[in-house]
């Protein structure tokens, strides 16, 4: 049955969302507007001079989709009630972050206990991939490959813009079920405003290779899926590897080659992990939007799904007793937003019809925010130094970064990097 969806439009250099008639998104899923009067994709307009920041959008939630979901979408979990969410944050300064980061990258790179230095090998302008949606506007495309344990080799392809005024980059990261089609939109808009964009996908995903070498026999050819991965841990390796260095040495590529003046990271469902965990490890992305992929393990419980919301084997403290057993969510959030013009979003679908749903965030939100604030104003020459915040998405009932969510994301951007070359 055919539903009524949002139609996307361009609207001055602004994601404008406007009801129509299609597949896929429901009725008034999105009923917000970015005003013309945005930021365009250059930064600062002709003429050079700053606009009055156009207000963020705002939508309604979804009263015919709020109407089909039970109570347990719409009111605070009795499993979160009563926790001390102050208490449960290590980060208390800028200092405690500075000590918590480097255990935490230890934990991953076992081996040399620092984010990896390598650079990938790279082939340049390899045509449009066919395992990637259509995109206009691609001046190029270069395929990254990084080299790992067991033979393993991640692909992340580079697209740069055709035109651009500036020096930003973003990358865009998948999860587990999504199939490629899900990078199109987002992707889409950061080339419409002038990123390079770097596409990845999670270990034996979309393009990357569905089998390793065997670690006890590197004569054999395993097929893995991520819950495989536990049997090589080891206190030399961690698979979380696997999912994080082909970020790092892609942030490798591009501060050699681009000098970007900031790099941003979208990720969704396990790339929304991916989009939590990576820049709280590394400083160097400077605004983060993850989306649906990850809750506090204390509010997991209560999602109103709450099987698939435990997360894959890379998000479970009973997988990774040494890599959470050092911090829990909310201190990935506070890593990710603390430092010089750091940002954090972090998107969750009230309705999501996969996983880190309901309103169990709202038990951690304004103390997760508020600890950030007063990091982040310690330095009272630099009020900047840090901002994290929540967008409770209830505009529809999909695993996926809504039209509504994207204009946000886009909105964030224009105003908060317009000033950067």
């Known amino acids: 049955m055919m539903k009524n969806v949002n139609r996307r439009t361009v609207l001055g250099g602004a994601l404008a969302v406007t009801a129509g008639t299609a597949t896929g998104w429901p009725s008034n899923a999105a009923a917000s507007e970015v005003p013309a009067g945005a930021v365009p994709a250059g930064g600062v307009p002709a003429g050079g001079v700053q606009p009055h920041p156009a207000p963020r959008p705002v939508a309604p939630v979804n009263q015919e989709i709020a109407a089909a979901h039970a109570a347990t979408y719409k009111t605070l979990p009795q499993v979160v009630v009563g926790v001390d969410v102050e208490d449960l944050m290590k980060i208390h300064t800028a200092a405690d972050a500075d000590a918590l980061r480097p255990q935490l990258v230890a934990q991953v790179w076992k081996d040399t206990g620092v984010l990896p230095t390598a650079l990938p090998t790279v082939t340049r302008d390899v045509g449009a991939p066919s395992l990637l949606p259509a995109f206009t506007g691609v001046r190029r495309y270069d395929k990254l490959d990084v080299p790992m344990e067991f033979g393993y080799v991640s692909t992340v392809y580079l697209l740069e813009p055709t035109q651009s005024t500036h020096r930003r980059v973003a990358f865009y ?31 034996f995903y979309h393009w990357n290779p569905k089998t390793l070498q065997d670690p006890a026999d590197p004569t054999k050819v395993l097929q893995p899926s991520h819950n495989d991965l536990p049997q090589w841990a080891s206190d030399k390796y961690s698979p979380l590897a696997l999912f994080l260095t082909p970020l790092s040495v892609a942030m490798n590529h591009v501060q050699a080659t681009y000098r970007p003046s900031s790099v941003q990271m979208v990720g969704l469902s396990g790339g929304g992990w991916a989009t939590t965990v990576y820049p709280a490890l590394d400083t160097r992305i400077t605004r983060s939007y993850p989306a649906a992929g990850s809750l506090p393990f204390f509010v997991r419980p209560g999602s109103p799904k709450p099987s698939p919301t435990r997360g894959d084997w890379e998000q479970r403290l009973d997988m990774q007793p040494g890599f959470y057993g050092l911090a829990d969510f909310p201190d990935f959030y506070a890593l990710a937003s603390i430092g010089r013009n750091r940002r954090q979003l972090q998107i969750l679908n009230r309705f999501d019809d996969c996983c880190f749903n309901g309103v169990g965030h709202r038990s951690y939100e304004a103390a997760v925010r508020q600890r950030i604030a007063v990091i982040g104003t310690d330095d009272v020459s630099n009020e900047s130094n840090g901002h994290w915040e929540l967008l409770e998405d209830a505009t529809h009932q999909m695993h996926a970064i809504s039209p509504y969510a994207l204009s946000v994301i886009l909105w964030d951007l224009d105003v908060h990097c317009a000033h950067l070359p």
């Open 173 to 203: 990261h998948n999860g587990h079920g999504e199939g490629p089609e899900t990078m199109q939109p987002v992707t889409q808009a950061l080339l419409d405003r002038g990123y390079t964009v770097l596409l990845f996908a999670m270990p």
